[in-house]
């Protein structure tokens, strides 16, 4: 059985034993991952112009992505759609314990893999399978959360020809962030077109950012070529 954790800032994560790692950094805590990894880099480094955004979390895991971009995104003046495939659908019944991302009408929408609208504008989808089979039918996204399970646990969403996946459904002035700053991702990245840089935010470990056609400019990130 998994076992609940208390990381560092207060919130809960989970240890899964199918994967044998934490859903989420205990050191840097979820919340804060989250927030300082994944959700607030779009908003400082790109300029989507009110357009319609679409958001793919990879993987929807204990819902945590998809949540708070929700709440991040509550007054943008035009729609959001977030897709998180995920594989196992016992994560629903970890996050009923969690008393913060879902209610339990929410997580019952999801478990029928209906459209959940979390705001007048935002909905959320949570197809379960393998994301592998899943992505290719998808279409293109303005932002990408990479946040599946370690190299070691789950390489095949680090390789080359994921990597390549990625981008070619990433838009070309889009932006993909990942809490892995391992040498053999980036060079998966980068040989599959990305330009890869290495972000610190001050509040977390390091992290990643990924970028197609455009060029990002900050004393907080480093490209590595």
């Not at 994560?13 to 205990?26: A, I, N």
């Not at 838009?171 to 990942?178: K, P």
Request: proline share 4%; glycine share 4%; with cysteine.
């Amino acid at each position: 059985m998994d076992k609940k954790l208390l990381s560092k800032d207060g919130s809960y994560t989970y240890f899964s034993h199918l994967f044998g790692e934490c859903y989420h950094s205990l050191k840097d805590g979820a919340y804060n991952e989250t927030l300082h990894k994944y959700i607030y880099p779009p908003f400082y480094f790109c300029d989507f112009q009110n357009k319609p955004l679409r958001i793919l979390d990879l993987c929807f895991g204990l819902g945590y992505n998809s949540s708070l971009a929700a709440k991040a995104y509550h007054d943008y003046p035009n729609s959001v759609c977030i897709i998180a495939p995920e594989i196992d659908r016992g994560v629903l019944e970890k996050i009923s314990t969690l008393n913060c991302n879902f209610t339990k009408e929410q997580l019952h929408i999801l478990a029928q893999e209906k459209p959940l609208w979390l705001a007048e504008q935002i909905c959320l989808q949570v197809p379960f399978g393998d994301a592998l089979e899943i992505i290719p039918g998808l279409e293109r996204f303005d932002i990408i959360y990479l946040d599946a399970f370690s190299l070691k646990s789950t390489p095949q969403f680090w390789n080359k020809e994921f990597f390549a996946l990625l981008y070619a459904i990433l838009e070309e002035r889009g932006i993909m962030m990942s809490y892995s700053t391992h040498a053999k991702i980036y060079e998966n990245a980068r040989e599959s077109g990305f330009r890869v840089y290495k972000y610190k935010n001050h509040f977390c470990r390091k992290s990643s950012i990924f970028t197609k056609a455009i060029s990002l400019t900050s004393p907080n990130l480093l490209e590595i070529f």
